[in-house]
């Protein structure tokens, strides 16, 4: 499979960058979205979303990297080749958690009820990019046939695509694209619940996307390695963990009189209510 997508002689744009970029593009218009229906300011919004992104991308490559440190110590060069893939989405994950964290910390926007924006853009923006795994032949699994994969449904360019090494392989980046695509769906619904708590589309995300990587990321023959463990499995414990916590810690925290969590009809400086606003002061108004 060509991995290059245009050719331009000197000049080579790969399928690999393409789809992340279609994933961070995605993602960025459905948090904007997101964003825009409960009145956040738009200028917050964009360079929240500016900023998450070059974190993200800087800390997704960094946590690549140290996981493969004997081959780049020998090929520093290759640190910045990111086209030739090699983003890791947790990394990516942790680096713009931490920035997005001070951020609204700094502008007073409640954490939780940012993330729950966030994740809905986030989780379809990865759905979205792990295509570029395909056409780089990245994020595979064990070894099969394929009429197992035929059996499973699966596309037969994809099965072609598969062929690596010598052998047809598990598409797992292709399970984990479907189950992301699922998760979103999910999560437009959940969203609409009358008695949605903070926190709890953040939980969601973090329970359904922990429990299939950690599925998936068993089938997988090419993961970063943490000595005998799969560092991506013991992430996605953690995220379980994380996710349960959170979506079930409102709950119960709170009373069922307590208001739904996107209220369109909540006055601007209502900030314990259902939705927050970010201020940006001119002169004597508030926009």
Known sequence: MDRVAVDFGPIQIYWYSIFIFLGLLVASIVIFSEAKKRKISEDFVINLICDAIIIGLIGARIYYVLFNLPYYIKNP???FAVWNGGLAIHGGIFAALIFIIFYCKHHRVNILQMLDIIVVGLIIGQAIGRWGNFFNGEAYGQITTPDILKSQGIPQFIINGMYILGEYRQPTFFYESVWCLAGFLA?????????LKRGQLTGFYLTWYGLARFIIEGLRTDSLMLGPLKMAQIVSVIFVIAGITLFFYNVIKSTKEQPRLYTEDLTPKDEN???????KKRGDKYV
């Open 77 to 79: 060069i290759e640190i």
């Open 187 to 195: 999560l437009l619904i959940i969203r609409k619940y009358k008695y």
């Open 273 to 279: 209510a259902g939705f927050i606003t970010y201020y």
